[in-house]
């Protein structure tokens, strides 16, 4: 029974984009750098695994110019999708030989890609949880960017290089940290669930489930001990979890302060973002930034240049306090707010800045000093 099928070009390879971000260089077994395609008179299954993120789209038949044959087959993925890309059709044809190689042509040209053993391929369960949640794909979205830039890229301590997903009841808790910096997301959920949920979803993962989403529709969370599945749309991306507890950060973040300090978000951002263009080691660049009752003034230097800025700022302490940080830290932490206003609080030179949005209770973060003495 020979697969064939004939199918728009842009359907084709909008299915294999998403499915190919599953693959990975460290694959292990050869039949997981193919494409599996599963063709039944329903529609196209387009999957590809490299075992701990499975990535599957399903096209409708109504979607499908031809289904001829039902059929699978694992394909070879190295140029796949550059040959689909390039061809000069808009329609295109599948058609499996009978050697066990797939045959992609359309009236003036014809590619023969060789198939890996399909037996091979193994079955990877996608399958509904006890555990289901529902978010906005929007809300999803946001979440995960307001707070995995804060991600450790750090293989020491693996479980920070992943997302912490905490659910309590009805409200969600997103947390990333590289014991640096920490960015925590809040988000309420329509349901409540019954048991309590600490996860930590891998780095990779989580960028391309990133690129995955868009701002509209619903996203489905089936939640598992060992893993998670997102249905969106057409498409199921499940992910192995990284494996123990995730460091409780509760307690690193104060409940009183000696400074709030309230600044205009843009100004801040542009004065640090200028303060810090004569660094040339972009990984130290550190800022001191000195609070003078209304007056905040930043500085930076290199072993051959200086710079000043300096603004107004609203403060609840008249004390003169100085303190240093990351520019790049600051700037990373910032960008992700989408507020006028944000209220910077401090307790002292040697203790974390707590970083908040005005318009957002939702998210906070944190970035630790650095020592200059």
């Known amino acids: 029974k020979n697969m064939k099928f004939t199918i728009n070009k842009n359907i084709i390879v909008e299915a294999?984009?998403?499915a190919v971000r599953a693959l990975s260089t460290k694959i292990t077994i050869p039949v997981l750098n193919g494409i599996l395609l599963n063709l039944t008179n329903d529609g196209l299954e387009v999957q590809a695994s490299d075992s701990e993120l499975t990535i599957k789209t399903t096209i409708e038949a109504k979607n499908i110019v031809n289904i001829e044959k039902e059929?699978?087959?694992?394909?070879?993925?190295?140029?796949l999708?550059?040959?689909?890309?390039?061809?000069?059709?808009e329609?295109?044809?599948?058609?499996?030989?009978?050697?066990?190689n797939i045959k992609i042509y359309s009236d003036i040209n014809e590619y023969i890609i060789e198939c890996y053993n399909i037996g091979e391929y193994p079955n990877i369960a996608l399958e509904k949880s006890q555990n289901t949640i529902y978010l906005e794909s929007k809300i999803l979205k946001e979440m995960i960017n307001q707070t995995s830039y804060a991600m450790s890229m750090q293989e020491v301590r693996p479980l920070?290089?992943?997302?912490?997903?905490k659910i309590n009841g009805d409200i969600l808790e997103c947390t990333a940290t590289d014991s640096y910096r920490l960015s925590k997301k809040t988000v309420k959920l329509k349901d409540s669930i019954n048991s309590n949920i600490n996860i930590v979803i891998p780095g990779k993962s989580v960028n391309e489930l990133v690129y995955i989403l868009k701002d509209e529709g619903n996203v489905e969370i089936d939640l598992f001990k060992n893993k998670v599945l997102f249905h969106y749309n057409n498409i199921l991306f499940q992910t192995a979890l990284l494996n123990g507890t995730y460091p409780d950060t509760s307690n690193y973040i104060p409940k009183d302060f000696n400074y709030m300090i309230n600044l205009n978000l843009k100004e801040f951002y542009s004065a640090i973002d200028r303060a810090s263009t004569i660094m040339v080691s972009k990984d130290k660049n550190i800022i001191k930034m000195v609070i003078d009752n209304k007056k905040m003034t930043l500085f930076a230097a290199s072993s051959d240049s200086k710079s000043k800025e300096e603004l107004t700022i609203d403060s609840n302490n008249k004390e003169k306090l100085e303190i240093s940080y990351s520019s790049k830290y600051m700037l990373d932490a910032l960008k992700v707010l989408d507020s006028e206003n944000i209220i910077l609080l401090i307790n002292g030179d040697d203790k974390p800045i707590?970083?908040?949005?005005v318009d957002d209770d939702t998210i906070i973060e944190l970035i630790l000093p650095i020592k200059t003495y």
């Open 91 to 100: 329609i295109i044809n599948f058609e499996l030989t009978e050697n066990n």
């Open 81 to 89: 999708l550059e040959i689909i890309r390039k061809m000069p059709s």
């Open 160 to 165: 920070l290089t992943g997302l912490n997903l």
């Open 354 to 357: 707590i970083i908040n949005s």
């Open 16 to 18: 294999l984009s998403n």
């Open 71 to 79: 059929g699978r087959a694992v394909l070879q993925s190295r140029c």
